[in-house]
């Protein structure tokens, strides 16, 4: 797929015009290019060229999407950013890196296989939301969209899986001014969808801490333990797997948005806002301190929106007890994982269905909808899992 050249600009006739400058002065102002060559100035993007650095998007991560569907290069011959050329195309070093990309995420579908996790198809849509052209370099923001259907699901179980991610995509102008794409960058705050292959961020790690600190107690990963059902509650947990799916995608207004937020992201205060919906009350008092629990469109406690504020309220309020085992959640359950296993934790999940005793999990930063359990751990087999009864 190409588009349209790029309107050329003058050419350079001279870059020094001066009747009085040496040749060496002259030739010491040449910009770094072979000698003689034609040189376009500073290229402008066009509607035409977004549209392009659109569809190469769209390319990337199609192919990494259906890497885990079937292989390396899906149901094609050969990627589909091998048909980019000319005016828009991959650099020879992103080509490579992709290359690598597409044959570890085969490997990832292997190892997702073997944990249960199959997918029959997926699809992949991107959107380009903003272009910043500074020179000869175009950052691209994109958005990519990705639907995953499980192979083979039964009776009960959920079709698909789905998340969205953000990106920045560079570009940079060659002498002719045509586009390479030279660099790929995963933008959330949590880097968690299944096609990611670099390490997860961790969130900021907690600014308070002493002995007073409540422990959550680590949940194994091993399959089929003994159930645990829930037993004498009064929350709403259907409420709150409502919320959390019906709000994965298009963030509630009535709160504020920590994606890219010194605070470590939004993956805790989407999980709160959850909770809230299935009858959590407030605990109102100081924003710091870790036994009090509030959130609403003007003021969020630590404890609302921190990874481990929320932890230490969860158990030191007695509304959560400690599981087992990861595969014991339930629906209004919530896991967290310490990507790093240095004690602090990174991430926040909330339970939104369940079915042949695998749990899945929906969460914020990457937006992501019904993530199995078993993906997770097969994904992150290092990390440490923290499983909450709420």
């Known amino acids: 797929m190409k588009s349209r050249k790029l309107s050329r600009s003058r050419r350079r006739a001279t870059i020094f015009g001066a ?8 030739a010491a102002l040449l910009p770094n290019w072979s000698a003689g060559a034609a040189v376009v100035d500073d290229p402008t993007v066009d509607a035409k060229t977004k549209a392009t650095f659109q569809r190469l998007a769209d390319a990337v991560f199609t192919d990494r999407t259906d890497a885990l569907v079937t292989g390396k290069q899906g149901n094609r011959e050969k990627p589909l950013t091998n048909g980019f050329s000319g005016d828009v195309k991959l650099s020879v070093g992103t080509a490579r ?9 085969g490997q990832r579908k292997d190892k997702l296989a073997k944990a249960g ?22 950052k691209a923001a994109v958005t990519e969209t990705t639907t995953l259907t499980y192979a083979k699901a039964g009776a009960g179980q959920p079709r698909t899986t789905g998340f969205q991610a953000q990106h920045e995509l560079t570009f940079k102008a060659d ?6 794409l030279t660099g790929i960058a995963d933008t959330d705050q949590g880097g968690l969808a299944v096609n990611t292959l670099s390490k997860p961020v961790a969130s900021v790690k907690a600014t308070t801490a002493d002995d007073t600190m409540p422990n959550a107690a680590r949940a194994a990963t091993t399959r089929n333990p003994a159930a645990v059902p829930k037993t004498g509650t009064t929350y709403d947990y259907k409420a709150m797997a409502a919320y959390a799916e019906k709000y994965v995608y298009t963030y509630n207004t009535d709160y504020p948005d ?56 969860a158990q030191n309020s007695k509304r959560t007890t400690a599981l087992a085992n990861v595969y014991q959640l339930e629906v ?14 990174d991430h926040t999940m909330i339970v939104t269905y369940k079915a042949n005793g695998i749990p899945y999990v929906t969460y914020h930063s990457n937006n992501t909808l019904r993530r199995s359990v078993a993906s997770l751990v097969a994904s992150y087999p290092n990390a440490y899992y923290y499983a909450y009864r709420t």
């Open 175 to 180: 002498q002719s001014g045509n586009w390479q």
């Open 332 to 345: 209004g359950d919530v896991l967290q994982m310490d990507f790093d296993r240095d004690g602090s934790k």
């Open 97 to 105: 890196t992709e290359d690598a990309t597409l044959s570890s995420l």
């Open 19 to 26: 009747a009085a400058a040496s040749v060496v002065a002259g």
């Open 258 to 313: 920590f994606n890219n937020h010194t605070a470590g992201g939004d993956c805790t205060n989407f999980v709160s806002q959850s909770l809230k919906a299935g009858g959590w009350k407030h605990v109102p008092g100081y924003v710091y301190d870790y036994t009090k629990w509030f959130g609403n469109a003007d003021i969020q406690s630590d404890s609302f929106v921190g990874v481990n504020e929320w932890s230490w309220f």
């Open 117 to 138: 996790e199959k997918y029959s198809k997926a699809a992949t849509t991107v959107t380009l939301n903003a272009t910043r052209v500074t020179g000869r370099t175009a």
